[in-house]
């Protein structure tokens, strides 16, 4: 499996980011696929997740009402799209994938669980300026 990710870079305060993760290798349609950030001198952190079969989507708290993931089938491709972006955003982005995370017809279960990921994409930088 490979993960690709492209879209970071820098930003003002208020602005906006679209993420891409093209996704190679498998067939995905089994997966969950998830976004996680690390910014520096601090733990990853769960930032969105999407279970590839049926759409359901998964966010933080610190990102809900600003960011939207989603997955275009086609393109085996996994968006972030980050709105209304604060300096706190700034982090190094990954993108992940999981085969192993259990969904239910309630919902799939540690999909924040950075764990629970065994496929990750090398990262790519967001930085948003005040």
């Known amino acids: 499996v490979q993960l690709v990710e492209s879209g970071g870079g820098l930003v003002q305060a208020g602005g906006s980011l679209r993420l891409s993760c093209a996704a190679s290798?498998?067939?995905?349609?089994?997966?969950?696929m998830g976004w996680f950030r690390q910014a520096p001198g601090k733990e990853r952190e769960f930032v969105a997740a999407?279970?590839?079969?049926?759409?359901?989507?998964y966010y933080a708290d610190s990102v809900k009402g600003r960011f939207t993931i989603s997955r275009d089938n086609a393109k085996n491709t996994v968006y972030l799209q980050m709105n209304t972006l604060k300096p706190e955003d700034t982090a190094v982005y990954y993108c992940?994938?999981?085969?192993?995370?259990?969904?239910?017809?309630?919902?799939?279960?540690?999909?924040?669980?950075?764990?629970?990921?065994?496929?990750w994409g090398q990262g790519t930088q967001v930085t948003v300026s005040s």
């Open positions: 992940a994938a999981s085969d192993s995370i259990y969904c239910s017809v309630y919902g799939c279960y540690d999909v924040r669980s950075g764990l629970k990921y065994n496929y």
């Open positions: 999407i279970r590839w079969s049926d759409g359901s989507t």
């Open positions: 290798g498998r067939t995905f349609s089994r997966y969950s």
